[in-house]
Nanobody, 121 residues
Framework: AVKLVQSGGGSVQAGGSLRLSCAASGSTYIRTYCMTWYRQAPGKDRELISSITPLGSPYYVRDLRGRFTISRNNDNNTLYLQMNSLKPEDTAMYYC??????????????WGQGTQVTVSS
């Protein structure tokens, strides 16, 4: 099984930046899997916000494009999410995930433990 351990997150004022990391382990094929970021705001469903294919092709939901940057390091199986110009509405629990396939289908197989991001106005 793939294990995902998240780090980063915390509290920041609006306009600030944070970087999330997600270290994956437990398989020699992680570099061939889709990796994704989700978030769940209070009272809302968990939603996909960004994904990246094994070859590094990124996807962002429209509202986040230009503010968030997803990246991955296939040498150490780590996923990143750089979040800039943060807004109070970005406040949520953020989760990384892995899909055991070489394309992204919004269907995670493994989840990280989640990390809280709080943006104050």
């Amino acid at each position: 099984a793939v294990k995902l351990v998240q780090s980063g997150g915390g509290s920041v004022q609006a306009g600030g930046s944070l970087r999330l990391s997600c270290a994956a382990s437990g398989s020699t094929y992680i570099r061939t899997y889709c990796m994704t970021w989700y978030r769940q705001a209070p009272g809302k469903d968990r939603e996909l916000i960004s994904s990246i294919t094994p070859l590094g092709s990124p996807y962002y939901v429209r509202d986040l494009r230009g503010r968030f940057t997803i990246s991955r390091n296939n040498d150490n199986n780590t996923l990143y999410l750089q979040m800039n110009s943060l807004k109070p509405e970005d406040t949520a629990m953020y989760y990384c995930a892995v899909e055991v396939r070489d394309y992204c289908a919004d269907s995670p197989d493994y989840w990280g433990q989640g990390t809280q991001v709080t943006v104050s106005s």
